[in-house]
């Protein structure tokens, strides 16, 4: 298995809603990262996580909370979202952190309204 | 810090044709690695090459090859016998190996390049 895979693909959520998106990986990487995109703009790194520990939180707002519940699994739960939320969450993988060869999923449109 | 920089927001080529996308970039660090990611309307990120720093030749993939100049910071992507499903963006990435320390080691990339192949 070499793929990361993301779900949902789509997700239409209100501001006051709470969504959590998911990321799964069998390669046995060791590092997950979570990336937000928006249109016609290259990925801007949010979150890492390196052997299941938070490494770097890019000072995003706490309404986005990452979680890892093992080495395999990485979450962000959404909470109180604005529309500028809106974007292509992107989740990746590496052996190690800084170990380079990233593989990306197919991220998740999210759309808050 | 490192930076990336992609001068050609677009660009166009003609099936079966090559085309050279380029990438510039600014490091002190004298080991790191570059990629190319290409990014198709189906959204995910793909690996398309990568080079390592220390590795004088140049890599190559298929129809992908890149031209490094580490001494001028330049990377670009050589496509060549293009084809419809390249069309995408292409992202120039930079990371500088796990050793170097600190948090900066995170894939810096470059605005991107969108390329779509003319049949």
């Known amino acids: 298995d070499t793929e990361v895979t993301q779900t949902p693909k789509h997700l239409v959520m209100g501001m006051t809603n709470k969504k959590s998106l998911k990321c799964e990986q069998h390669?046995?990487?060791?590092?997950m990262y979570w990336y937000k995109q928006k249109a016609k703009k290259p990925p801007e790194l949010m979150f890492v996580?390196?052997?299941?520990?938070?490494?770097i939180n890019e000072s995003v707002p706490s309404r986005f909370s990452p979680e890892c519940p093992n080495s395999s699994l990485l979450n962000l739960h959404l909470h109180a979202l604005q529309p500028e939320d809106s974007a292509l969450y992107l989740c990746?993988?590496?052996?190690?952190?800084?170990?380079?060869?990233?593989?990306f999923g197919s991220g998740t449109r999210l759309t808050v309204v | 810090a490192q930076t990336v920089t992609q001068s050609q927001p677009e660009m166009s080529v003609q099936e079966a044709e090559t085309v050279t996308l380029s990438c510039t970039y600014d490091?002190?660090?004298?080991?790191?690695?570059l990629f190319w990611y290409k990014q198709p309307p189906s959204r995910q990120m793909i690996l398309v090459i990568r080079?390592?720093?220390?590795?004088?030749q140049n890599a190559t993939e298929n129809r992908f090859s890149v031209n490094f100049q580490k001494a001028a910071k330049s990377f670009s992507l050589k496509i060549s016998d293009s084809q419809l499903g390249d069309t995408a963006m292409y992202f120039c990435?930079?990371?500088?190996?796990?050793?170097?320390?600190?948090?900066?080691?995170?894939?810096?990339f470059g605005k991107g390049t969108l390329l779509t192949v003319n049949p």
């Open positions: 996580y390196s052997y299941e520990k938070l490494s």
């Open positions: 490091t002190s660090e004298s080991n790191y690695y």
């Open positions: 990746a993988s590496s052996q190690e952190e800084g170990l380079g060869g990233y593989t």
């Open positions: 390669m046995g990487h060791r590092a």
């Open positions: 990435a930079f990371t500088p190996p796990r050793n170097s320390g600190g948090s900066n080691y995170k894939l810096t």
């Open positions: 080079q390592e720093a220390y590795k004088q």
